[in-house]
């Protein structure tokens, strides 16, 4: 039977089109992949191809024609053997295209409007530590160490790669000793190319294998940070949940001391915004050890933001055989009643200084760690509103489109009731960050400013 | 398979000629020996014909629905390829791995993915292979070794260098293939990847298929290097430059590399010559070439068309059986097309599933 040739959608916006010549006439003989037709599209002039040989029976839309809907029929072919009379005569079905194509819904433009809701999730409780669990006294640098170390006797799937992971025992040694336990097979240095061997960690886990790959410093992960979120956080997704990619990224984020704009800065709004990732920013030497053991069994890929400057102090972690904690849950470091700080990474420690010098003053503030900013535990932060009515975020970074902002915003849409004050974000000065001593000093985010911060949401 | 770099000896009349000419196609350190023409037996030769048909009439089926409105966004077609991705995949066993760009559908077809999900993943359905949610660009089957479909120009051959990575960790014997583009290999993390795949001795092919065209640029416009097998030389990986018109090419070029590169000696790099008939994609009006130079190639250097000669000079395939095939195949098409229409969208749950494995 003839085959009807509708005009084609020749680009995703095309709509309708004019055609603007026929380059066969009824009776040619037509090749597959003949030009037989030029269609100007609402971009370009493109040519329409024949895809099947045959003969033209019938032209139905005469060349000039304009505004001709995409999927009317504007020709019929006879096909080999077949009468070209016949063809020519055969019905030709009304657009079939605009009823049969599959009508393009707009976008909700809200979530609230989705036809199902998002699943909410319940972040678990931190594991229990059984009474007269020793505790002994770790750097965070120690903690990592011990974290990578236990998962890679655990796993051999697990290995480290990173520029100076192995024979250099790690940039800021926090690999020190894994060269020596697992050997070069596992541990690995390898040149100067982020985006090289982020790429690389990324197809080993798609692989198979569980990567740690570290950054010397998350601002050289920029090279890199396609990789991060094209590759490993969309995957899962776009394969419709057949293939993983369970990698931890991981290295010093943040301000470290006098190293300027380049090497100074917080990358956790950035990765926190992005669908797919896990990311993780501890404090503490104990939530070091456990979210980075946590982060390396996760199915999914994970960014893990440490702390140049947190690296050397030292904590007490809890002496188990298996510390993993819960990823998604913040930690309340510190009761209180008056105002809740939030913070996370280096931050927590400027808002427990300050919540001290608030106590002094007769202010109980109570502080809490995010740990997890991402899945943001909006819970603990709302469950604190609800007792203390008054919030502030203490955040090392800039102030736009930041955690701190965040938290804002979900103070405002689920915790507005509670507020009785708005709420405050303290958070560095919006600058690259200045070399100067004095000057990067008053860049940087300051306890002084947080218990200012304190009374005035107290209006004290 | 011959392994040392010298040239394998006699077979040629003219040696000599022959040769030279081979040597301007080889990178000048130690390389796989220049493969001579695959004898394939008319079964192999049958299944190659088969394979790069189904290719072609799936992707011709595929811009029929794109201009149907039935296949959105970008479509990226693979018809003039085919004899590239066909070849190669012949000559790897069950465990290899392979990764590609955004021109993805013919390489699935050649892994034995079955068309139906394929396709109707490029209509955006519930029966699509990522679920309708990865798009043309976006597929993967890890189950059949094809670890993507992936939309970012280069991506793919840090990743893929990286599942060679997995391969000789887990010391399993498997080789990872990465095919990327003439396009790709202007990316800096290509070379990056080169690097490292050297140093480590990865058991990686790297096979870019010159196409000739970036979107709308030319090789020579693009590339300070257009003799794009060199490309490797300064990482020391060995190149080899194929026709990538003539599927038996391929397959002798795969075999070489894939021997190579299971021997423990590092990568390989394959450039194959092809050409696109198509636009870059479905709304890419390709008016950066003439009309005659893409009719030259369909004319004379069709690799489907080249491979039925074969079939029929061999005087052991009829132009019935021949026939027989292409119904055979454009039957599986209109299977594949009519499960791609008929299959129903996806289910709206399925907005929030898989954006994370574990629920936290």
Redesign the interface.
Known sequence: MATEIFLPAMSPTMEEGTLAKWLVKEGDTIKAGQVIAEIETDKATMELEADDAGVVARLLVPGGAEGVKVGTPIALVAEEGESVAAAAAAPVAPAPVATAAPAVSAPAPVAASAPVAAPVLVAKADPAIPAGTPMVKMTVREALRDAMAEEMRRDDRVFVMGEEVAQYQGAYKVTQGLLDMFGPDRVIDTPITEHGFAGIGAGAAMGGLKPVIEFMTFNFAMQAIDHIINSAAKTNYMSGGQMRCPIVFRGPNGAAARVGAQHSQNYGAWYAAVPGLIVLAPYDAADAKGLLKAAIRSPDPVVFLENELLYGRTFEVPQMDDYVLPIGKARIMREGTDVTLVGYSIAVGVALEAADKLAAEGISAEVIDLRSLRPLDRATVLTSLKKTNRLVVVEEGWPQCSIASEIAAICMEDGFDDLDAPVLRVTDVDVPLPYANNLEKMALVKVDDVVAAARRVCYR | MAKSPAKPSGGAKNKAATDAHDHLRTTRIPAPAYPQTYKASVDELKQFYREMLLIRRFE?RA??M?????I???CHLYIGQEAVVVGIQSALRKGD?I?TGYRDHGHMLACGIDPKPVMAEL??RAG???????GSM?????DHGF??G???VG?Q???????????K??KDGGV?VTYFGDGASNQ??VY??F??AE?WKLPVIYVIENNQYAMGTSVNRASAEDQLFRRGESFRIPGLQINGMDVCEVRAAADEAVAWVRAGKGPVLLEMKTYR?RGHS??D???YRS?EEVEQV?EHSDPIEGCKKRLLESGRVTEEELKAIDKEIRALVAEAADFA?NSP?PD??E??????????
């Open positions: 011709e811009g029929q794109y201009g149907l409105g039935l959105g966004g970008f791995s990764i209509t955006g699509g292979i990522s679920r309708g949610k990865g976006h597929m993967f089957a890890v670890y993507g992936h939309g970012i991506a051959v840090s990743l893929g260098t990286g599942l060679a990575f997995a391969h960790y887990k990872a800096g993390q990056e990847s690097n490292m140093l008939y479905m709304s009006p390709a008016k009309k369909r229409q969208e709206p749950a907005l929030y599933t898989d954006v994370l494995v574990e629920a936290y």
